[in-house]
């Protein structure tokens, strides 16, 4: 029987991984959960996904909108094989005494703390580690680009230190109460930003220096790169061994593509849906070497790189398929790769 999935949190993060789960041919969707009767319920309703209130004193307000439910998210998680919690930060933490009560596993997201959880995960990253596990957090979006931009790297010639500058979008599109809107912030003006010791969740060993800022922009993160390899290879080595990664995306000379503008339109032209880019978008023209130092600068975006993550995480809980499989399966079908 196809493992049965709910989603509990229909935002950003929730929504998409919802679609992608539908597209798998091993996965159910049992259903997602929502705490108010907005827009995005609406839209659940019209893609058929049942609907299940996540607070239980707000069932009249859905009847009211005239918006059927299909129960709560009690019921939704004991329908479920896995649980997907797609909540804001720290949420995910008020509901793990909700999947524990189940005996369901439960995937987290970034937003969460590492303690929570028996895993941090990234597929390319550490699979294994999440197999058969009951609590697992996907990394954020920042975390998981670095962390398939790291494995290979270290895989290939070791990584002697890394160090990682992330100018970080103020705030998703449909966050208008964020910012900066005018001003460019260090964001934290301490060291290590907060990337560096997640980035160690998945690789605990690997030498990282993050520092992060915070601009005027909605539309994806920009990562500045440095990272000394225990090898000299010459950065078209480099570049052939980041294009053979499947959820990496090597922006070509010539495209002009010169920034997350034109990326999203490059990937709105090509179909994708709400102009989603699950890969890391790096640009060959700025992957370089100097002795043993490579450079480059990657574009990640925030809203949708962790979805493949998240269902090969479901299929890494639930033993039901192993890191190359799964990949491979979760690329095709959500169309990972331009
Ligand atoms: P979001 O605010 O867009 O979506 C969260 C959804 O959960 C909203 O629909 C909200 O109404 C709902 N919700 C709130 N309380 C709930 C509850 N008790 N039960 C069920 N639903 C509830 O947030 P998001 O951007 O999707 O972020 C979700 C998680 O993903 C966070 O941990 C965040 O750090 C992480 N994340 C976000 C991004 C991003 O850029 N948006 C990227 C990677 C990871």
Redesign the pocket.
Known sequence: MNVQVAV???????KRVADAVTLQPDMELVGV????PNH?AELAESKGYPLYA??EDRIDLFEEAGIELAGT?DELVAAADVVVD????G??A??KSLYEDHDTPAL?????DADLVDTSFNARGNFADAVGADHVR?V??NT?GLSRLLAPLEAEYGVEKARVTLIRRGG?P?QSGRGPINDILPNPVHLPSHHGPDVNTIFPDLDIDTLGLKVPATLMHTHSVNVTLESTPDADAVAELLEGESRIFLIPEGSDIDGAGALKEFAMDRGRPRGDIWENCIWRESVSMEGSDLYLFQAIH??S??VPENVDAIRAVTGAADAEESIARTNETVGVGF
């Not at 987290?108 to 969460?112: F, H």
């Open positions: 509990n949190g229909y935002g950003t993060i929730g959960a929502k705490t108010r995005e996540a607070i998210v797609a909540c804001p930060s949420i995910g008020e509901n987290y997201q970034g937003g969460e996907v954020s979006c998981t998703d449909a925030q809203e790189d962790v």
